[in-house]
């Protein structure tokens, strides 16, 4: 089983990146995928979600409206695409599955299945 991230990098404050996320070794399109992140001396904090049918989302507050999820069952891949970027978004962004019947669930940090090993998102000036 593998997730792998992409797309991370340096930016100005106020620009964009589109983060990927590349699975292999499970049945993709039966998992529900998030992108969470983690800043240095600090927890990790969920950010996005979308479901196994795509249509439906979620999104932490800090990113709502800036920040939109997608998938692409086709191509085992799932996005996040990252407009006015802050330097407050600063942080190791990783991608992350487990089977949900429940969005909300998805929240919660603990009881993922897999994991990928993070790409890492730097907002500077």
């Known amino acids: 089983v593998q997730l792998v991230e992409s797309g991370g990098g340096l930016v100005e404050p106020g620009r964009s990146l589109r983060l990927s996320c590349v699975a292999s070794g499970f049945r993709f399109a039966e998992y529900a995928l998030s992108w969470v992140r983690q800043a240095p001396g600090k927890e990790r904090e969920f950010v996005a979600a979308i479901s196994q049918l795509p249509g439906n989302t979620l999104y932490a507050d800090s990113v709502k409206g800036r920040f939109t999820i997608s998938r692409d069952n086709a191509k085992n891949t799932v996005y996040l695409q990252m407009n006015s970027l802050k330097p407050e978004d600063t942080a190791v962004y990783y991608c992350?599955?487990?089977?949900?019947?429940?969005?909300?669930?998805?929240?919660?940090?603990?009881?993922?299945?897999?994991w990928g090993q993070g790409t890492q998102v730097t907002v500077s000036s």
């Open positions: 992350a599955s487990k089977i949900i019947t429940n969005i909300a669930t998805m929240r919660n940090t603990e009881g993922y299945d897999y």
